[in-house]
C-alpha cells in the first residue's frame, strides 16, 4: 500500500454565505436596494428543516461534481503510487528487492480513469521489473532514448522532462506491446467501452479479463492475477487473487459483452440532461434491477428521504434525480 496526501484530483465543496447567496439573487432580480439581512431576519430560527435557508448553519455549502484536476499531475501522482504500493507488496510477501515480482500475474487488472491508463503508466514498472530480471539488456536495443541520468541534468525538472520521454519510448518497444497484450489489454476491453467508473473500475477490469479469457478458451485455474487499486488524493493498494476451479461457471453467467452491444444510444440532449441531472424519467427503462422509486418531497424530518424497489418487469417512469 501507499499513500500520499495531494489534490491530483477532486471535487470540491464550496462555502457560501447566506447573506451572500441571498445578494446574489437579489442582485438578479433587479433589488440591489434590499438589505440581505432584512430578508434573512424573516426566515425562522427554529430546528426543523422548512425551507432551503431553514438551518443551524451559518453558510451552505456546494459540492461540484465538475472535478478539479491537472492531467499530467494527476498521472505522475497514479505512476508513482502504483510503483510504491509494487514495493510495499512485494516486501509484504517476502520478495527480496532485486528480484521482480509482477512475473508472478498472468493478468492484470487497474483502476482504470479510462481505457489506456494502465498502459500509458506501466511503463516504469516494466522498466524496473525488467532490470531485475535481466530482460533489459535485450530490451534496451528496442528504445530509441538512452536512459537519462540526473547528473547529466542542470535541474530536477530537465532530467523529469527526460526521464518522460526515455519510458514513452518504452512503451513503444515491440516487448512492451507484447506485455500489454499478455498481461494488460483484456481489462481493457470493457473500460474502453463503459468509461469511468471511479471505484468499480478495477472490478470491470476483472469481470473483463475472465469474460474474455473464457471465450478465447484460456486456462486460467490456478493462475494469479495482480491488482492494482488507484484512488485520488492519492493511494494504491497492490494485492492479487488466485482463479479458483468454478472460474467459469461464474464468468459464464455474466454476458457482459453481449448486454453492452444492446445499450440504447441517446442524442447529446439527453445526456446533457442526465449529466445535469434536470431529467426526472429513466431514458431506457429498468428490468431485472432496483430502481430509485420516490423522493419524500413533503415537508418534515423525513423530507428528501429515498425509497428503493425492485422491478421484475421493464418501466420507465422512474425518478432519476432527488
Given amino acids: 500500500m501507499a499513500t500520499r496526501s495531494v489534490h491530483d484530483f477532486f471535487k470540491p465543496v464550496h462555502p457560501f454565505s447566506k447573506t451572500q447567496i441571498v445578494a446574489e439573487v437579489l442582485k438578479l432580480a433587479g433589488l440591489e436596494h434590499v438589505s440581505p439581512e432584512s430578508i434573512l ?3 425562522p430560527s427554529g430546528i426543523g428543516v422548512e425551507g432551503f435557508f431553514d438551518s443551524n448553519e451559518g453558510e451552505i455549502r456546494v459540492h461540484k461534481e465538475t472535478p478539479m484536476f491537472d492531467g499530467p499531475y494527476s498521472n505522475q501522482c497514479y505512476q508513482d503510487r502504483i510503483r510504491e504500493a509494487l514495493r510495499s507488496f512485494a516486501k509484504a510477501i517476502g520478495v527480496s528487492e532485486g528480484t521482480p515480482v509482477t512475473e508472478r500475474w498472468s493478468r492484470l487488472a487497474f483502476h482504470l480513469p479510462y481505457a489506456y491508463q494502465a498502459r500509458r503508466m506501466f511503463s516504469e514498472v516494466f522498466f524496473e521489473e525488467a532490470q531485475k530480471s535481466g530482460k533489459w539488456a535485450e530490451i534496451q536495443s528496442e528504445v530509441a532514448f538512452a536512459q537519462p541520468r540526473v547528473d547529466d ?3 530536477d525538472e530537465a532530467y523529469q522532462e527526460a526521464y518522460g520521454q526515455f519510458l514513452r519510448a518504452v512503451t513503444k518497444t515491440k516487448s512492451y506491446r507484447n506485455y500489454v ?4 489489454e483484456k481489462s481493457e476491453r470493457a473500460s474502453s467501452l463503459v468509461g469511468n467508473m471511479y471505484t468499480s473500475s478495477i472490478f470491470l477490469a476483472l469481470v473483463s479479463i475472465l469474460e474474455a479469457d473464457l471465450k478465447e478458451g484460456v486456462a486460467l485455474e490456478g493462475r494469479r492475477i495482480g491488482f492494482f487499486g488507484y484512488g485520488s488524493g492519492s493511494k494504491s493498494k497492490v494485492f492479487e487473487g488466485e482463479v479458483q476451479p468454478q472460474w467459469k461457471e461464474v464468468a ?11 445499450r440504447l444510444p441517446i442524442d447529446y440532449a439527453t445526456y446533457e440532461g442526465l449529466h445535469r ?3 426526472q424519467e429513466s431514458v431506457g427503462g429498468v428490468s431485472g434491477e432496483f430502481f430509485l422509486d420516490t423522493v419524500n418531497q ?10 428503493y ?6 418501466k420507465t417512469d422512474l425518478i432519476l434525480q432527488a
Avoid at 299 to 306: D, E, F, K, S, V
Fill in 277 to 279: 441531472k434536470t431529467l
Fill in 181 to 184: 497484450q499478455e498481461k494488460i
Fill in 41 to 43: 431576519a424573516q426566515v
Fill in 309 to 314: 424497489g425492485w422491478q421484475f418487469e421493464k
Fill in 252 to 262: 459464464a453467467q455474466w454476458n457482459l459483452f453481449d448486454r453492452l452491444s444492446e
Fill in 298 to 307: 413533503e415537508p418534515g424530518n423525513y423530507t428528501g428521504a429515498r425509497t
Fill in 153 to 155: 541534468f542542470s535541474s
